[in-house]
């Protein structure tokens, strides 16, 4: 699987780190809602299909970068860097998967 | 300012190697430079840092990722969004840089004791690389004066296109040693001269 870093190009995915899951806000530090972090955590959708994560090329420029990447073909369809907007593209309610 | 060590000392073999029988397709050797230092700007500061790099080594660096250049004394080229590595043939760039760059537009960090400098040259030299990393060498691909970060099985390793059939690689000094016997091996199918 090839991922292509907007800064380096196109490079083998050994030389990147995965950085869990892209969908995820964190709640407020200062909050106290056990559920919302409960749900930060652990909850994840695992969908069959097209998937939101945060990827470091941590073998190369080491930024973090936010992927869409199918899950059943390895099909990247869009590389970012993580820090350029707040959120990726794709939200999780377009999955057909619980809100 | 004290001697200046090599942590190749012990495996450096000056002299023609493996096959060399039809001729030495790469030659190997050890840069050393006086000064390494790795220069990052902080976010939106970038074109000063590169006007710092200019007026320091008087290298022009072009916009875009990976961009570079050298001359008989300094090399630099960027390796990560914001952040160049600049090595000097004489010590005390950290200093230089230091005065030259302010702590609004970023930080400099002195590398000198932190990593070697390798180079590879020759016709076999991209032959040889393509070997280790992931990489297109192609000249069309990696042009003279650019540079790329990489790794080889977790040996981090920047790497600057020095010449059409040249490159620098800039690897942590504690890998070196076990680094330069893995290119050693690499080289030693085309015939590599150390020296």
């Given at each position: 699987m090839l991922i292509t870093c907007p800064y380096c190009g196109p490079r083998d995915v050994s030389e990147f780190a995965y950085q869990g899951d892209g969908n995820r806000t964190r709640p407020d530090p200062a909050s106290t809602d056990s559920e919302a972090w409960n749900a930060y955590v652990y909850d994840r959708l695992n969908p069959a299909g097209i998937?939101?994560?945060?990827?470091?090329?941590?073998?190369?420029?080491?930024?973090?970068?936010?992927?869409?990447?199918?899950?059943?073909?390895?099909?990247?369809?869009?590389?970012?860097?993580?820090?350029?907007?707040?959120?990726?593209?794709?939200?999780?309610?377009?999955h057909g998967a619980k809100a | 300012m004290g001697e200046q060590l090599s942590p190749l000392e012990p495996i450096f073999r000056p002299g023609s190697h493996g096959n060399f029988?039809?001729?030495?397709?790469?030659?190997?050797?050890?840069?050393?430079?006086?000064?390494?230092?790795?220069?990052?700007?902080?976010?939106?500061?970038?074109?000063?840092?590169?006007?710092a790099?200019?007026?320091?080594?008087?290298?022009?660096?072009?916009?875009?990722?990976?961009?570079?250049?050298?001359?008989?004394?300094?090399?630099?080229?960027?390796?990560?969004?914001?952040?160049?590595?600049?090595?000097?043939?004489?010590?005390?760039?950290?200093?230089?840089?230091?005065?030259k760059v302010a702590a609004a537009t970023g930080t400099v960090t002195d590398l000198s004791h932190g990593r070697t400098a390798i180079r590879i040259?020759?016709?076999?030299?991209?032959?040889?690389?393509?070997?280790?990393?992931?990489?297109?060498?192609?000249?069309?691909?990696?042009s003279v004066g650019s540079g790329i970060s990489t790794t080889h099985h977790d040996v981090f390793t920047q790497i600057q296109r020095s010449g059409p059939d040249s490159f620098d690689l800039y690897v942590f000094r504690s890998f070196a040693r076990s680094f330069w016997k893995m290119l050693c091996h690499a080289s030693d199918e085309v015939g590599y001269e150390v020296r």
């Open positions: 998937h939101n994560e945060i990827w470091q090329h941590a073998g190369g420029c080491r930024v973090h970068l936010a992927v869409v990447r199918d899950t059943l073909t390895h099909e990247i369809s869009s590389v970012r860097f993580a820090r350029e907007h707040g959120t990726p593209t794709h939200s999780r309610r377009n | 029988v039809d001729g030495v397709g790469v030659t190997l050797s050890e840069i050393a430079p006086g000064s390494i230092v790795q220069l990052a700007a902080w976010p939106g500061e970038e074109k000063k840092l590169m006007a790099i200019g007026s320091v080594t008087g290298l022009k660096l072009a916009d875009g990722a990976g961009a570079g250049a050298s001359s008989d004394r300094y090399a630099a080229f960027g390796f990560a969004p914001g952040k160049f590595l600049v090595s000097d043939a004489s010590e005390g760039l950290a200093t230089t840089f230091a005065g040259a020759g016709p076999r030299s991209e032959w040889v690389l393509a070997k280790l990393f992931a990489v297109d060498f192609s000249l069309p691909a990696f």
